[in-house]
């Protein structure tokens, strides 16, 4: 059985580390240069960058900052915010990157998913999707841009799929009912997105404990889990986490 990830998440905005709940009242925290390389000496598996402001305020990532945090460490690095051509895919690959996450670009102009992975490859495409629960969607879940303020027209599992079929090689999957809660992640959108599609999928939002992470890399059928809160407000460690995995038979990389 292969290793789950455990993947930091970094939302950035104004060139700092930032922190909300269901993508509302975000706090500043801390510098993601430094904090990216915290996580690395600790044995994170891969660092995610979320430049959160960039499709809202319409303007390109912070490409410096991508820079400086890929100068630090030696884990894949997935970049998002804003990215809506492939000339700026280029850049943040050039920048230090090693995946490009596409989020709210991907829904107005789906085709860059499939110019993306022609000219990198589908392992480099990585869909980013936000969704909150919506009876009225086939699937009971809606998809949503421009950090969680704009509802689309989107089902949350059609979206997977299709993403998926224009060359997706990952989906970052994040619960805007469950994000910054820490109460547990939403396990059944990701395990009903992680059954119907060939890609692994990275499950996102409400970590608070271990336990969340046990549940949702076995009950949700995810493949990794991504982490913010429960690490950036130091309730735990990247090796505090890991080990809880291990104990509970969740294999995982333990080369800290």
């Given at each position: 059985m292969l290793a789950k990830r455990v993947?930091?998440?970094?939302?950035?905005?104004?060139?700092?580390?930032?922190?909300?709940?269901?993508?509302?009242?975000?706090?500043?925290?801390?510098?993601?240069?430094?904090?990216?390389?915290?996580?690395?000496?600790?044995?994170?598996?891969?660092?995610v960058f979320y430049d959160i402001t960039a499709s809202h305020?319409?303007?390109?990532?912070?490409?410096?900052?991508v820079r400086n945090v890929a100068k630090e460490i030696f884990i894949p690095f997935s970049v998002g915010g804003g990215i809506a051509s492939v000339e700026e895919m280029r850049a943040v690959l050039l920048a230090g990157a090693e995946k490009i996450s596409l989020n709210s670009q991907a829904v107005k102009n789906p085709k860059i998913i499939e110019q993306g992975a022609n000219l990198f490859g589908n392992q480099c495409i990585v869909l980013g999707m936000d969704a909150a629960k919506d009876e009225s969607s086939p699937s009971g879940y809606r998809v949503y841009?421009?950090?969680?303020?704009?509802?689309?027209?989107?089902?949350?599992?059609?979206?997977?799929?299709?993403?998926v079929k224009m060359g997706a090689g990952e989906i970052v999957?994040?619960?805007?009912?469950?994000?910054?809660?820490?109460?547990?992640?939403?396990?059944?959108?990701?395990?009903?997105?992680?059954?119907?599609?060939?890609?692994?999928?990275?499950?996102s939002g409400g970590a608070g404990t271990p336990q969340h992470l046990v549940d949702v890399l076995t009950k949700g059928k995810a493949d990794a889990a991504l982490v913010a809160?429960?690490?950036?407000?130091?309730?735990?460690?990247?090796?505090q986490i890991k080990e809880y995995m291990a104990q509970h038979h969740v294999p995982v990389r333990m080369d800290y």
């Open positions: 993947i930091v998440c970094l939302d950035v905005r104004d060139g700092k580390t930032t922190k909300g709940v269901k993508f509302k009242g975000n706090v500043d925290i801390g510098d993601p240069v430094a904090m990216a390389k915290k996580y690395y000496d600790q044995g994170v598996d891969e660092l305020e319409k303007r390109s990532i912070m490409i410096e900052v841009i421009n950090g969680g303020r704009v509802a689309t027209e989107l089902d949350a599992l059609a979206w997977a799929k299709l993403a999957l994040n619960s805007i009912d469950a994000d910054g809660t820490q109460d547990g992640y939403e396990l059944n959108i990701t395990r009903m997105i992680s059954e119907n599609v060939g890609v692994p999928v990275v499950a809160s429960m690490t950036h407000f130091g309730h735990y460690s990247v090796p």
